[in-house]
């Protein structure tokens, strides 16, 4: 049979932690198919929750206890006890569960189903149908907890999950030996080690799930986190997306680009100091032209296609095809603006108040050429000049 091992961290617990233990063993009587064990990660509780666990597990056989001699937040108590759970207790499966009564013992039958069908990780949500915050929250505390719910979906760009902050979940044996090895670092030994574990999690592609449930207040004993947790977790989310967008190629490509075409303005200056007079305008506008040039095949080489950087010896004829397909996307521009001013005529189309700046169909048209000439251009960068490395 398969064993589940609920995980409890406990920090001053001691009011709580005998009825949370008695009400998850009522609901352990009902399960046929599973094997289950409370496993309680105690950090050296002054108020004595260690002590009295110690009686508690007199009466009930399924209570494990591991005592942590330091307190080391809520992600080193679930890091220590995933570690007791999957390797010395052989679990298949883990719980994170509250000492605090805020989670519902009777929705675990229902977690359990969702592992049977196949998922790897299931949330306890509040945020679906037959899911609850309290209602006597303030309207501060509702509204951190819905919205920041809510943004992180956006941010996320995935309305899959409805419930990112909870803290009941149960966790496979699989997900634990992928995610566990990148939890090590201090930044998720607080209460960041949820959102980070979800992420990671996410991002392995593991199948995740949720169940509703009524989240309850605690009655007895003090509340270990504030309102700091939901700011910490967007943070965290935040500079984990910006680090995600920035390593999409295309996102590089389009910035590469922008920054040239800064590039190309700047130089037109300076090398109109260079070479003064009317007529050699057009010179020193060709040279700002090759500029931006250059700047983007550096980056483009350095940042963009960092992973299939050119060999030095591959770089003269590189820069070549470079300039060639550089080539390519004026001359796609320049046949677009011929053919919109020959064939279909510059007519304009609206006014932009304030500035009176009208847009007309050649501006339509110098849009659209330099969106195709962007695709162009980042076609032939990759199957011409930095083309997938055969391994
Ligand atoms: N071992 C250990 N347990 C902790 C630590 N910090 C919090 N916990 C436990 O983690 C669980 C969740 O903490 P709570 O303070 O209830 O946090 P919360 O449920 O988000 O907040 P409330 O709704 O105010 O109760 C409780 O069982 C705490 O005792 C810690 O540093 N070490
Ligand atoms: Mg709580």
Known sequence: MKKAIIIIPTYNEKGNIAQ???????????????????????????????????????????????????????????LSGMNHAFNKLSADLVFEFDADLSHDPKKIPAFLAKIDQGNDMVLGSRYIEGGSIPENWGFHRKFLSIVGNLFINFLMLDFSIRDWTTGFRAIKKEVYLVVEKEMHSELFSGYTFQIGFLHKTLRKGFKIAEVPFEFKDRVVGNSKIGPEYIKNTLLYLMRVRIKEILKMRVVRFAMVGAFGAMVQLIALQLWRLVFSGEQIFVLANFLSIETAIISNFIWSNLWTFKDRKLEAKQIPLSF??????SGGSILVQTAIAAFTSNVIGLIPIFTVPLINFVVDTGTISAVVGIFIGMFWNFFAYNTFIWKKKKN
């Open 20 to 78: 949370t233990v008695g009400s998850l063993g009522n609901v352990f009587k009902e399960i046929k198919n599973w094997e289950m064990k409370i496993l309680v990660v105690d950090d050296s509780s002054p108020d004595g929750t260690s002590e009295f666990v110690t009686e508690l597990q007199k009466k009930f056989k399924f209570l494990e206890l591991l005592i942590n001699k330091k307190k080391s937040g809520l992600g080193g108590a679930y």
């Open 320 to 325: 070549l095809t470079f300039n060639l397909s």
